[in-house]
Structures are given as C-alpha cells and as structure tokens.
T-cell receptor
Framework: NAGVTQTPKFRVLKTGQSMTLLCAQD?????MYWYRQDPGMGLRLIHY???????AKGEVPDGYNVSRLKKQNFLLGLESAAPSQTSVYFC?????????????FGPGTRLTVL | EDKVVQSPLSLVVHEGDTVTLNCSYE??????LLWYKQEKKAPTFLFML????IEKKSGRLSSILDKKELFSILNITATQTGDSAIYLC??????????FGQGTRLTINP
C-alpha cells in the first residue's frame, strides 16, 4: 500500500519545454488535486478531479492541463514551461465528499524552469 | 474573493515556550477548517474543526474555532525543536475544494 506517489521527485526544464507529472494513488479515492507551493504563498490549487474522466479548474490553472483517464492516476501537464512555474508541486487525494480530514498528500515534485 | 490569512508568517521562540498561531478566513460556503504541519515534505494532518468553541487536543497541541468571528487558533505548549515546521491552515469550501493560508513558519531554538 504505497498511498500517494508522485513521479518525478525532481526535474529541471528549460523555458519552452514540456513535461508531465504523474500522481498515482492506491486508496481508491474519488477526489484528486494538484497544488503548487511557493515561498510565502501556502498551497494554491491548480486543477482537481472529482472522479474518473472529470477535471475542473482551481485557483491558478493557467499554463497547466490535467487528465484523469484512470481513477488511480491524475496527470499534470506543462505544455510550454515558464520560469514562473518553478515551484514545488503536491498531489493530494480525498476519499469522498464526507471525508474532510482524509486529504492525503504525495511527497511533492520540485520543478525548476530555467 | 475567498481568502485564508495566517499570522504571524514567521515566529522564532525558545524551547519550552508556548506559541499561538492564528488563522482568519473569509470563505463562501464554509464547511470545516483544517490544520496541517509541514516539515520537509508533504503536509500532515493535525486537526479538523467544524463546530465553534469545541477544543481539539492532541498532546501539546490544541485548536479551537470561532465561526462568529471567523478565525481559529492553534496552540502549542512546552515547545520542542521537533515542533519546528510550517503550519498550514485550510478551509474546506463547499464539497470539493480547500483554500489554504500562506502558512506560519515556526522555528524552535534549543
């Protein structure tokens, strides 16, 4: 039982390159979230999904796309990376609407865009 | 605009001191307020508060919510160096989303 895993853990990109971050969970949770964390900014929601095949925009969605083709995976894509996207990215999952305290976080991905 | 504001943003105290961290919020469709502790990696869950005036306790940590004045506090007594971390406050908005504050960076010096 791995919980929530994120791949990769670290990545350095050049401006304009693309990449995909993978979040995988084995807890059968319905809800999955992508956040970014910048110094002094707390966690800001990028996109989220309330079930397989669904996605929705969060607070800071510009420059990112997501897909949830399988319940256990939530992918975050950067089509053309910019230095402003340098951040630590966290994936989180929650069982369902009623499990407010059961938002589990992945270990994070540190992304640097040069 | 929905917002969660934490204060102070940074706090340095000596081991053994008691600290109080603050979280105020203005969020539509409030459901609950959560506190997380974040050390080097992912945030870990501390408390969930849904009702006003009911204190939640876990060892030296305690927290309470005031839904009339729209704030919560997190108290840590007899602090230890292992309490050094970023403490995050988040409000559950509606059924699906969490709105996070900026975090308070707490440093405990021996």
């Amino acid at each position: 039982n791995a919980g929530v895993t994120q791949t990769p853990k670290f990545r350095v990109l050049k401006t304009g390159q693309s990449m995909t971050l993978l979040c995988a969970q084995d807890m059968n949770h319905e809800y999955m979230y992508w956040y970014r964390q910048d110094p002094g900014m707390g966690l800001r929601l990028i996109h989220y999904s309330v079930g397989e095949g669904t996605t929705a925009k969060g607070e800071v969605p510009d420059g990112y796309n997501v897909s949830r083709l399988k319940k256990q995976n939530f992918l975050l894509g950067l089509e053309s990376a910019a230095p402003s996207q340098t951040s630590v990215y966290f994936c989180a999952t929650r069982k369902d609407t009623y499990s407010y305290n059961e938002q589990f976080f992945g270990p994070g991905t540190r992304l640097t865009v040069l | 605009e929905d917002k969660v504001v934490q204060s102070p943003l940074s706090l340095v105290v000596h081991e053994g001191d008691t600290v109080t961290l603050n979280c105020s919020y203005e969020v539509t469709n409030f459901r609950s307020l959560l506190w997380y502790k974040q050390e080097k990696k992912a945030p870990t869950f501390l408390f969930m508060l849904t009702s006003s005036g009911i204190e939640k306790k876990s060892g030296r940590l305690s927290s309470i919510l005031d839904k009339k004045e729209l704030f919560s506090i997190l108290n840590i007594t007899a602090t230890q160096t292992g309490d050094s971390a970023i403490y995050l406050c988040a409000v559950i908005q509606g059924a699906q989303k969490l709105v996070f504050g900026q975090g308070t960076r707490l440093t405990i010096n021996p």
